[in-house]
């Protein structure tokens, strides 16, 4: 499922033009590109991938980073908000994509690839001299003025199959999007469908928004993509995905986030590492059909964990990063606290299917092992076409619009009580969950604050819900005595009146995972 190596101010009010239609030229173009991909599907897969010289296919990781793009050839440099400055081939970026460039008249004109728009530094200096001719780029990024009005920040890159990143104001990348997933975590193996071609439609100077149009190819499938994309606090994108079937695909994952997960939180890891905790997200967060907020925390397990959540017209999900201050991490170079959380909306009914989750054992914070998409109940057949709109947002420790208390802390050791006379084995569990939020504020202690607690195996012993002494944090604590290994999905959620208070964790305990 994963790669070797990770890839590497508008208001809020302003985002209700993001959903009305763009230009009538933009739409003309996003539509022939459409058309492009229905006829593209009508023909067997063809890797048209142009080979790139051996001596930039063999650079390493570091190498890679001494080709450094000249700023001062960026598109559109100093002549409105936004830049796009260009990846060169190489590495693991062999497969160059072909970029295009729309005026605001509409007007169309190919990208060619300019070696003098990069630096050759150091060790790779020795590649200036090579005849490398029009390659095609490895992909782009685009920069706005995110966080300072003197400078134009990098908030967004597409590069490497068909991942791109983004961030917010005040953030460092972290987790990737996809395009599409195609089989993930599949035995026979995942397909990775890839952009082929872009189109940059070039913004108005004041403009505080822009398009991206795409091209899809994979061997099962082509797309047409819209990528409608505001900068800001939170930057936002409206997706819109047309898809083309020329072969059966079993499972469809649409809005695909890809994050890392090593350790931290509520499953112990045996890391000889001062950090508290290493990862891009920490749990998985649900916005269901019925309105039940969801908190799923993530995990480094021994073996590949598939979790299936069922659900009809979703209202959301995503990854998200908790918590986001310096102490919960310790790492002063790579900053996890900064790494955005990410929300993908519906935009139309998506009907009846699930959210999947895949967890990966990783021994390396250097490889993406969490992956979550949504999958249709129907599949998609040879020759059907099929339409997906959504919008993508960053965010911080909580969902937009949510109201209701989050889980701010889970962990998890052997249920015995100190200097217990017949301790029970090892498998006996006991869990605290706490939770902090605008719910739970001004309560008192003595509020019959109540855990709706259940789980599908085994049996809880002893659940207690208390406030802890900051009087902001409410704790529910229970043991799980496990039914002859086998695991348990439990739900969590404390409630008042028998109305909720809190989102409901989720957690599976697994019989394999590490204590």
Known sequence: MT???????????????????????????????????????????????????????????????????????????????????????????????????????GDVRPLPFDASHFRYDDDVADLADLELGDLGHAGFRLHYPLNSGEYSDEFMVFLGASYFRMVGRGQGYGLSTRGLAIDTADPHGEEFPAFREFWLVEPEPDATRMTVLA?????SLTGAYRFDIAPGS?????????????????????????????????ASYPADDYRLRVHDSSGLALHTGNGERIWRPLSNPETLHLSSLQDT????????????????????????????????????????????????????E??????????????LEAGQTRTFRYRLRTFGATPPDQRLAHVIRTRQGWGAMPGQDDPPPASQRHFIVDFQGPSLENLDADQPVKARLTTSSGEILE??????????????????????????????????HGEPLTETWNYVWYPDERR
């Open 3 to 105: 790669l070797p190596t990770r890839l590497l101010a508008v208001a809020l009010g302003s985002l209700v033009a993001m959903d009305a239609a763009g230009s009538s030229s933009d739409e003309a173009l996003y539509d022939t590109i459409t058309d492009r991909a229905e006829r593209l599907a009508e023909d067997p897969y063809a890797d048209t991938a142009s080979a790139i010289p051996p001596a930039l296919a063999e650079l390493d990781y570091d190498q890679y980073r001494q080709i450094r793009f000249r700023p001062e050839h960026a598109i559109w440099h100093e002549q409105g908000l936004f830049e796009v400055q260009l990846f060169h081939p190489g590495f693991l970026y062999d497969r160059p994509v072909t970029l295009n460039l729309v005026d605001p008249d």
């Open 366 to 379: 250097a490889n993406d092992n969490i992956t979550a998409y949504w999958v249709p109940e129907q599949p």
């Open 234 to 266: 939170q930057t936002v994108v409206d997706t819109e995905a047309r898809l083309f079937a020329r072969d059966d695909v079993a499972k469809l994952g649409i809005a695909p986030l890809t994050s890392m997960f090593m350790h931290g939180g509520i």
């Open 463 to 496: 659940p207690r819900v208390q406030q802890l002494p900051d009087d902001a944090t409410w704790r529910a604590n229970f043991r799980l005595s496990p039914e002859d290994g086998t695991p348990a999905d439990m739900r969590l959620a404390l409630t008042l």
């Open 215 to 219: 091209l899809l190819d994979s061997p």
């Open 313 to 364: 017209s979703p209202q959301g999900f995503g990854l998200v990063q908790r918590p986001r201050h310096f102490d919960g991490y310790l790492d002063a170079e790579a900053r996890y606290e900064k790494r955005p959380s990410e929300w993908v909306t519906p935009l139309g009914d998506w009907g009846k299917g699930h959210i999947e989750l895949v967890e990966i054992p990783s021994d390396s």
